[in-house]
């Protein structure tokens, strides 16, 4: 599982036909309501080219075509995605707590704020946070993985934290230039 950190949630405006590349689905055309993006999916038929833009020209035609929304603006939020334990680091830094450590004896409810795997927060408080722990978190220099059984446990290579700390600060930036908020879960 993953914790995604973006902006909160708004009604789509317009839906683009895209493979899934973050490239291709900025530069594809967009359409005013989902039923005619749907079309364009349908007609692109199953021998097609690559998209313009896309990351991997050379198998894009393999892929099936998706509808995406777009964002207010016609812009898509920025996302970060991380792992669930890489994700309670960053909430941990962030100065976030996770549900079980503060002893409730209660499951969690909505007014109880913002917690380690989910939460949404005005972006200003958001990046406040994210400048605090970059300015406070030494150089992080990384973890070894590990076997558990048949599972790895995957570690983080040196300078993992200040990478997602960087991205969640643009992130937030984002968010602020636009008066949303951030969101995680």
Known sequence: M???FTADWRPATQFAVTCGCERATALAVPHDTYEAASVEALSAGLARNALPGCAMPEICPEYP???HDVAPGG???PEV???ERKA???TDLLGFTAPESTGATRP?????GPTGDAGQLPAEDFLGRVLVALALTPEDEGLEGYWDGRHHLGG???GYLQLRLAELRDLAQWCV???RDVAWG
């Open 2 to 4: 993953s914790v995604t």
């Open 65 to 67: 075509l998706h509808v």
């Open 75 to 77: 812009e898509f939020a």
């Open 81 to 83: 995605n991380v792992s």
């Open 88 to 90: 309670a680091l960053l």
């Open 108 to 112: 969690p409810r909505l007014d109880d």
């Open 156 to 158: 983080r290579r040196a």
């Open 177 to 179: 230039d636009r008066g």
